[in-house]
């Protein structure tokens, strides 16, 4: 069975400032997909970035990187620059390796400061 | 592309009652899902389906069923709801593929059984 933990349930950062999210996983696939989604206050689920799980590099979308530490099993986002706009839950979530299953850890309430 | 459509955006029922939710995607996915996002917490598979008369129960299948009798339509069915399938209901499509391919979301439909 997999697992994706969060152990942030809530955090602030300074508008402009970095941040990062934290998620670990467990999973006994050989291969498997890790992603995150953001949920503003609207309610809608938002991709922000994918890692699969035999990538060399850690992956970057624009202000978003994804820090991929397989001995470890973590897969921590990083925002850069936060914006007042970044404030909302982010889901870090797995996909395993038939892709039919996509389970998601319980999420971090982001908050920024202005 | 209208994308993942889900009806309706809100509704109310009666304890034992039943209903269906329906989503459709125009996007000719082969995957489809259906997600439960309780209060604070991360999103939970329910059912999935890899193709048209394939279906398959994820992690809380009880008191849901399925059917995909084409492509574009995956609808779940409460066939007597009770106070605890409160929730606001996520359906989901992507291609056909293994780990690495993204879930592209409804707007969900926020459910309220008293």
């Known amino acids: 069975a997999q697992k994706i933990t969060q152990t942030q349930p809530g955090m602030f950062v300074q508008e402009k400032e970095a941040v990062t999210l934290d998620c670990t996983y467990d999973t006994s696939d050989p291969s498997y997909g890790l992603f995150w989604y953001k949920q503003p206050s609207s309610g809608e689920m938002i991709f922000l970035i994918y890692q699969g799980s035999y990538d060399q590099q850690n992956a970057t979308e624009g202000r978003y990187s994804l820090n991929f530490q397989k001995a470890r099993k973590s897969a921590n986002l990083v925002i850069s620059a936060s914006q007042l706009g970044d404030s909302a839950m982010y889901f870090c979530a797995m996909r395993d390796f038939a892709g039919n299953m996509l389970t998601f850890g319980g999420g971090t309430r982001l908050m920024v400061k202005p | 592309n209208a994308g993942v459509t889900q009806t309706p955006k809100f509704q109310v029922l009666k304890t034992g009652q039943s209903m269906t939710l329906q989503c459709a995607q125009d996007m000719n996915h082969e995957y489809m899902s259906w997600y439960r996002q309780d209060p604070g917490m991360g999103l939970r598979l329910i059912h999935y389906s890899v193709g048209a008369g394939i279906t398959d129960q994820g992690e809380v299948p009880n008191g849901y069923n399925v059917s995909r009798s084409t492509t574009e339509d995956f609808p779940l069915r409460l066939l007597s709801a009770a106070p605890s399938q409160t929730s606001v209901y996520f359906c989901?499509?992507?291609?056909?593929?293994?780990?690495?391919?993204?879930?592209?979301f409804g707007p969900g439909t926020r459910l309220t059984v008293t």
């Open positions: 989901a499509s992507s291609p056909l593929g293994l780990a690495g391919t993204e879930q592209y």
